[in-house]
């Protein structure tokens, strides 16, 4: 079993001359996990570019291998992958140990659950601590068995396919791209119509590559900001070439970094501008950042451009929850960047983040307190007073096996008067290993703490 996770080393960013230069962060974490899940169920050799090398998503190439895909690596980000069809998933003969990575897990827990095999599934000490049944609780509805000692609200979990699974109409408790997808995953092997229903649209990865591998998919309006979308079961999936896009949740580091190291103009090439995705980008407009879209394109039917970045002056804003799943991932920096402005930001209902790598809320409340901000948490919101370009910094922020944390906190320490620390950088490498040189190479000070 696991629950075990890298060596932990600390990291210190220091206040850093203006940040120049153009910089290409590594492929989407979300597309990169479902480019391998989806070459797995296609006919046929699918072969990716632009995929994100993190261990989360060389997590999923090893649970693609264990179900009888090939997963080969060809060169940098290339990908070649061998697919079994939907319906043809092999038993695995071991666990299949996850690491950090939510995604990769609650997805594939998804594709097995449909099939009429068993398999274990297992991660980190923050992976194990992270809820289950919210994608647990619609697979039994689709026959799949779990069995765990924790009632399957927990890792490790084993769950057993039916021989033939239950189509489903399923209405999402919280907007959750991760449950969307590891229903519709599961509804490929069923027979019939699969249906999703969420309140607030999520990120529709999983959509646009079901139809890019030839499914049928039906996405519909529902309520205000809601979408209903159904899948018709059991196609043949073919195989299809994936360019993945830069990852607009890791461009958010170099981004915001540049707009609080003073005198910066960075470009970041290539980030994805996915709708879902890019509350972001609005709210720090909002907040009066100079983020400007260079040469709109498309690449692997999704929108792209280059982003021009100035640092400048920022202003507190309401962020509203209903902005939520368009930016879940970027709360930790956009706090970041809300301790620099001047005046009060709110960042509403953001229940979801305790639930993420760590108690978010809570790590970047108490982060962000160790740095001398003045933040504080009423019911979900975050409320963060800003300093006004003026940070104090210098103390230790503690990032609880949790990526996002680490690099909020060494972006944070670029622009502070005193720098920050990180207590461990290690797990940056689960989505964006080359952070630090790349941070570096645009001039920001970061560099692993002497022992
Ligand atoms: C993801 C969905 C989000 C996000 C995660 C990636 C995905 O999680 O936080 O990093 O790729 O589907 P939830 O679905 O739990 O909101």
């Known amino acids: 079993m696991s629950a075990s996770h890298p060596e932990p080393f600390e990291v210190v960013a220091r206040p850093s001359a203006s940040l120049r230069g153009h910089a290409r962060v590594p492929g989407d974490k979300s597309i990169s996990h479902r480019a391998l899940l989806f070459g797995l169920l296609a006919v046929g050799e699918t072969c990716v570019t632009g995929l994100l090398e993190g261990e989360d998503v060389l997590r999923t190439a090893d649970a693609v291998r264990a179900l009888g895909g090939i997963a080969e690596r060809l060169g940098d980000g290339e990908w070649r992958v061998r697919g079994v069809g939907v319906?043809?998933?092999?038993?695995?003969?071991?666990?299949?140990?996850?690491?950090n990575a939510g995604t990769g897990s609650r997805l594939t827990m998804g594709v097995v659950a449909s099939h009429p095999i068993?398999?274990?599934?297992?991660?980190?000490?923050?992976?194990?601590?992270?809820?289950?049944?919210?994608?647990?609780?619609p697979l039994l509805e689709m026959?799949?068995?779990?069995?765990?000692?924790q009632d399957g609200g927990r890792l490790p979990l084993t769950i057993?396919?039916?021989?033939?699974?239950?189509?489903i109409v399923y209405e999402t408790p919280v907007a959750s791209a991760q449950i969307k997808s590891a229903v519709l995953l599961a509804g490929l092997n069923a027979p019939g119509k699969t249906t999703v229903i969420e309140k607030e649209a999520s990120r529709d990865h999983t959509e646009h590559l079901l139809r890019h591998f030839g499914a049928e998919v039906v996405v519909e309006p529902h309520g205000e900001h809601g979408r209903r979308i159904t899948l018709t079961g059991q196609p043949e999936l073919v195989a299809r070439d994936i360019v993945v896009p830069s990852d607009p949740s890791s461009a958010a580091f170099p981004l915001v970094a540049a707009l609080i190291v003073p005198g910066s103009e960075i470009v970041l090439e290539g980030?994805?501008?996915?709708?879902?995705?890019?509350?972001?980008?609005?709210?720090?407009?909002?907040?009066?950042?100079?983020?400007?879209e260079l040469n709109r394109r498309e690449e692997g039917g999704e929108t792209i451009a280059d982003l021009r970045v100035r640092a400048g002056a920022l202003k507190g804003v309401d962020v509203p929850a209903e902005r939520a799943p368009s930016m879940i991932d970027e709360y930790p920096v956009l706090a970041v960047a809300a301790a620099f402005a001047s005046g009060e930001t709110r960042m509403r209902g953001l229940h979801e983040l305790r639930?993420?790598?760590?108690?978010?809320?809570?790590?970047?409340?108490?982060?962000?307190?160790?740095?001398?901000?003045?933040v504080r948490i009423e019911g979900d919101d975050l409320i963060v007073t800003g300093g006004a370009g003026e940070v104090r910094g210098g103390g230790v922020a503690v990032t609880h096996l949790d990526h996002r944390i680490a690099m909020s906190f060494l972006v944070l320490g670029l622009a502070a008067r005193e720098g920050m620390r990180v207590d461990d950088g290690a797990m940056i490498a689960t989505s964006f290993p080359a952070f630090v040189p790349l941070m570096r190479d645009l001039g920001g000070e970061i560099s692993e703490a002497a022992a």
């Open 87 to 99: 319906g043809g998933l092999q038993e695995p003969t071991g666990v299949l140990d996850f690491g």
């Open 118 to 137: 068993r398999a274990t599934f297992d991660g980190d000490a923050s992976l194990r601590k992270r809820p289950m049944r919210r994608i647990v609780d």
């Open 143 to 149: 026959g799949a068995v779990v069995e765990s000692e």
């Open 160 to 167: 057993r396919g039916p021989r033939e699974a239950v189509p």
């Open 271 to 292: 980030v994805m501008t996915n709708p879902l995705r890019t509350g972001l980008f609005t709210t720090l407009r909002e907040m009066g950042a100079d983020i400007e």
């Open 355 to 374: 639930v993420k790598e760590s108690d978010r809320l809570q790590a970047v409340a108490d982060g962000l307190a160790a740095a001398g901000v003045d």
